[in-house]
């Protein structure tokens, strides 16, 4: 019994592996499918680069924030903030 448990063991195992890299390539084609669209679209290109200045901040972030809050770069900082409930 102890063989077969560790035999099955074994195959989940390669199993896993094997969907988790499959699972990293489709997110890797997801993030380079977003990078290219808003690479190609001058407006969130724009946004993408200013939000990308600030420390900390990279692609994906970038991505997400300008995904979110469209409403970037029209209204001022203290609105931003209150509209993701990071204001006092």
Do not use: W
């Not at 001058?42 to 990279?58: C, N, T, W």
């Amino acid at each position: 019994m102890r063989k077969t448990a560790f035999k099955l063991c074994k195959n989940c195992s390669i199993k896993y592996k094997g969907n988790a890299h499959r699972v990293k390539k489709q997110i890797q084609k997801m993030d380079d499918e977003l990078a290219d669209l808003i690479q190609s679209c001058p407006e969130y290109r724009a946004k993408s680069e200013l939000v990308q200045s600030m420390p900390g901040i990279g692609k994906v972030s970038a991505a997400a924030l300008i995904s979110y809050l469209p409403e970037l770069g029209l209204m001022n900082s203290k609105q931003v903030a209150a509209l993701v409930g990071v204001a006092p």
